[in-house]
């Protein structure tokens, strides 16, 4: 029996990847949701350092979150991320992207 947030995520993920053939399509769906759909900019942690994560991206394997604090910038995979709390709105499309890639 599937549970209500795993139904939930399903239903996210037919709408990221629809349309879409192949994982590399299916990704760039995913990117369009988050781009659409998640909060940025917001602020975390990044190994005990606060920073802003100022866009979504695609990179060689997978979507990655654009860290900076000041003129600093690191990339990190979405699925890597720390998230705050609370967390931004449109976490969901993560944690959908996250169960897609599973």
Request: proline share 6%; glycine share 8%; net charge negative.
């Amino acid at each position: 029996m599937v549970s209500k947030r795993a139904a939930a995520l399903d239903v996210l993920i037919e709408k990221a990847i629809v349309d879409a053939y192949g994982d590399d399509e299916q990704r760039v769906g995913f990117l369009t949701m988050l781009e659409e759909h998640l909060a940025v900019p917001f602020t975390t942690r990044l190994l005990g350092v606060e920073v802003t994560v100022t866009r979504i991206d695609l990179a060689v394997g997978g979507i990655v979150a654009i860290c900076t604090r000041g003129r600093t910038r690191q990339v990190i995979g979405i699925l890597d991320l720390p998230l705050p709390t609370p967390p931004p709105a449109g976490v969901e499309w993560i944690d959908a992207y996250r169960r897609w890639n599973g």
